[in-house]
């Protein structure tokens, strides 16, 4: 497998500068390096199983360890060291499928690998009425009477066209009596029915606010009314 799968993981260095002195140890160490510093590899350890420098050093090629890796590394090209992709074929479907499992792809859950990581979403089992957003509001904003209030009727807008009818909304802000910590900073929604309720939770879930991702989830219409309090 590691000889059907070499053009796939063999890449072509070209624009090399004759005479710099340039070696097969010098070329692994560098282009390992700058995968390793832009976090282009895919396991620990050296991606990079061979290198060869031409004599006169005008070209060069770097063979690495999967495919993957192989694949990021043409990101690399103007980062000093000039790719070209001459002799890089794409790997078949029937290929794909013998490698898999053996680490020579280099792709999520391969040998070696870790796994993508797995999203959580809300537990939709539990469904109210009331959805939470966490992580929505910046500490600035949430300190901010008018940036608050302008969140909370952007929200209401676009959960009621989006979602349904909403009863109401509440942001728990720093200052407000019977506000915990743990409540401090989330939104809470509450809409008239518990579909309409799933619909939003889902579709917020992990929406980007700035720079932040949002979370939802439920909560007890009891506990939210005494948020209201």
């Known amino acids: 497998l590691m000889q059907q ?3 796939q993981r063999k890449l072509h260095i070209g624009n090399l500068q004759p005479g710099s002195g340039l070696t097969g140890p010098i070329l692994k160490t560098f282009v390992a390096g700058v995968m390793q510093q832009l976090a282009l590899t895919v396991k ?3 991606p990079i199983s061979e290198t060869f420098v031409a004599e006169g050093g005008k070209y060069a090629f770097v063979e690495f360890r999967t495919v993957q890796e192989a694949t990021n590394a043409l990101s690399l090209t103007g ?8 002799d890089y074929v794409p ?3 029937e290929t794909i499928s013998k490698c898999e499992g053996t680490g020579i792809l280099g792709t999520p ?3 070696g690998v870790d796994p993508p990581p797995k999203i959580a979403g809300p537990d939709l089992t539990q469904a109210t009425t009331v959805v939470v957003i966490k992580n929505m509001l910046s500490e600035a904003e949430l300190g901010d009477d008018q940036e608050c209030k302008e969140i909370a009727e952007d929200t209401v807008e676009k959960c009621e066209a989006e979602f349904g009818k ?6 728990t802000r720093p200052g ?23 619909k939003a939770a889902t579709g917020l879930n992990l929406l980007k606010f700035d720079d932040r991702v949002v979370e939802t989830g439920f909560e ?6 005494a948020t209201m309090l």
């Open 166 to 171: 909403v009863k109401s909304i509440v942001i």
């Open 109 to 111: 859950g391969d040998l």
């Open 176 to 198: 407000k009596e019977g506000v915990t910590p743990s409540l401090l900073g989330k939104v809470f929604v509450e809409f008239e029915e518990v579909e309409a309720a799933k």
């Open 5 to 7: 799968t070499k053009k």
């Open 91 to 93: 790997l078949t479907a």
């Open 44 to 46: 620990p350890g050296d």
């Open 220 to 225: 007890m219409v009891m506990a939210y009314n």
């Open 79 to 86: 980062v000093e060291l000039y790719g070209r992709t001459d």
